[in-house]
């Protein structure tokens, strides 16, 4: 057997022994700047400290520091001059969780998709909080993403019209984590499925110009809500609603990231999603407000599909189909590709007219803006930011003060509710397909026997 020579040995060996060095340099150079970066960023926090917090930057009430505010550019004040560093946790607020025992229960609310929530009462204060146990439904893959994002987008939400979470408590068990928020007395669905007659139009549009303003929020601060619907407006009995069930949110950016498709609970999902697009934006939560838009004025969810592609039909039922001048880039979605699209329902009728058929209420400015909300087009949406600016919310009558608007027995300081049949929020994991040969225009004429898609549980009782 011929080996390597005794001299090359020596050579490699001599070289790799130098390098083996440099490497041993350089990490011991590597590990001196990190203490040197640790001791100054404690010296930092150290003087950041606000007078009256404690040493692991808790409150004097032994709370968790308050949600910090997102700031627009923050990261723009590092100028060209100040050395780029890696970014950090930052770890100055951080403390163990409180145990939920500081909280006694007092009734069970609801159990969605992500988890039970309860009223209770924290003791040392008689405050009355919800509590939101988190499930922790495979704890073997480290702790569930979902409930990460739910956490870190609510910690920086901090607005008046997105519920407030106070601090995350924990049990014994390391699948015992619960988020404490705000109380509130009502969920919108729930509200409304108690109510003799739709809110008035003043009424709606109060509930529409905060809705909308904690969305026009959000976005700016690149956070995709991406599971708005009415049970999860949450609304107190002083005229105030908060975008609750941060459980889908994310973080997002210009260009967006790879996103997942399967988001938004079917009822409230956009056309785009539901035609398999995986680079979507903040237009997705648009359309979800136009559908609230179009429920609080019935009472009724807009669009009620059975799948996804019963949902699609529904949607183009009531706007008409797609057309090269309204949607230019249709075709090019991969649920939309072989897709055969039905004649429109009402050739004659624009959505606008449509719309205006369907909601003989709703005066010419409100059909205009749903009209807006509802396009099928995401480009064509209007943003959070211009619809705060329609002219709807101008017109009369003009929108309720909060101290005027109505009040309502709390079901979920009582007792348990109980809920009539509606989708659940999507799980996460792959979109469905759409089979994009079905010819939708035999569809339509039989729409119960559609198999495409993958299937919604209806969430019964
Ligand atoms: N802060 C709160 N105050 C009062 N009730 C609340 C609060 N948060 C949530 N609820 C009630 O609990 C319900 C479920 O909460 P949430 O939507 O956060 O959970 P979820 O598991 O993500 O639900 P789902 O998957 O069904 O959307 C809400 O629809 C609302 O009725
Ligand atoms: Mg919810």
């Known amino acids: 057997m011929t080996g390597k020579s005794r001299w090359t040995d020596d050579k490699d060996d001599a070289v790799v022994a130098a390098q083996r060095k440099k490497e041993r340099e350089e990490k011991k150079r590597a590990k001196a700047e990190k203490q040197r970066r640790i001791e100054e960023a404690q010296l930092r926090h150290q003087n950041e400290a606000r007078p009256g917090s404690t040493p692991n930057g808790h409150e004097d009430s032994d709370r968790p520091a308050k949600r910090r505010k997102v700031t627009p550019g923050a990261d723009e004040q590092h100028g060209e001059s100040q050395p780029r560093e890696l970014l950090r946790f930052d770890a100055s607020g951080w403390g163990p969780c409180r145990h939920v025992d500081n909280f006694e229960r007092l009734n069970h609310i609801e159990e969605g998709s992500y988890g039970w929530v309860s009223r209770a009462r924290e003791t040392a204060t008689g405050e009355i909080v919800a509590l939101k146990k988190l499930k922790m439904d495979n704890l073997n893959d480290g702790f569930p993403i979902t409930a990460m994002r739910e956490i870190q987008t609510l910690m920086q939400a901090s607005h008046l019209h997105i519920v407030e979470l106070r601090e995350i408590v924990v049990g014994t068990s390391l699948n015992d984590v619960f988020m404490v928020m705000e109380f509130l007395e009502h969920d919108l669905k729930t509200l409304q499925e108690d109510m003799s007659e739709p809110f008035a139009p003043s009424e709606l549009k109060t ?216 989708p659940n929020a999507p799980q996460r994991g792959d979109a469905p397909k759409i089979d994009g040969n079905m010819d939708s225009g035999g569809i339509f004429g039989r729409r119960e026997d559609i198999e495409g898609g993958a299937g919604f549980q209806l969430k019964m009782g």
């Not at 107190?236 to 609750?244: D, T």
């Not at 400015?365 to 959070?384: C, D, I, K, Q, Y």
Request: aromatic share 8%; net charge positive.
């Open 207 to 422: 509930i529409l110009l905060q809705l909308t303003s904690a969305v026009a929020y959000l976005h700016f601060h690149w956070i995709l809500h991406r599971d708005l619907k009415t049970s999860n407006i949450l609304m107190n009995n002083r005229g105030e609603i908060k975008v609750a069930d941060f459980g889908m949110a994310r973080f997002t950016g210009d260009p967006p990231p790879a996103l997942t498709q399967l988001v938004v609970t079917l009822w409230y999902r956009a056309p785009e999603l539901l035609l398999g697009t995986t680079t979507y934006d903040s237009a997705i939560d648009m359309w979800s407000l136009g559908c609230i838009f179009a429920e609080l004025l019935t009472k009724e969810p807009l669009f009620q599909g059975s799948r996804e592609l019963d949902q699609l039909l529904k949607i183009f039922d009531l706007l008409g189909p797609p057309t090269t001048e309204s949607w230019p880039t249709f075709r090019r979605l991969p649920n939309a590709r072989a897709m055969k699209l039905p004649p429109s329902p009402s050739p004659h009728l624009s959505p606008q007219q449509s719309l205006r058929r369907k909601f003989p209420i709703l005066t010419g400015s409100g059909v205009s803006l749903l009209a807006s909300l509802l396009s099928l087009n995401p480009e064509h949406r209007l943003t959070a930011e211009e619809t705060l600016q329609h002219e709807y919310f101008r017109d009369e009558p003009r929108p309720k003060s909060k101290s005027m608007m109505p009040t309502f027995p709390s079901k979920a300081g009582q007792e348990r509710r109980r809920r009539r049949a509606s």
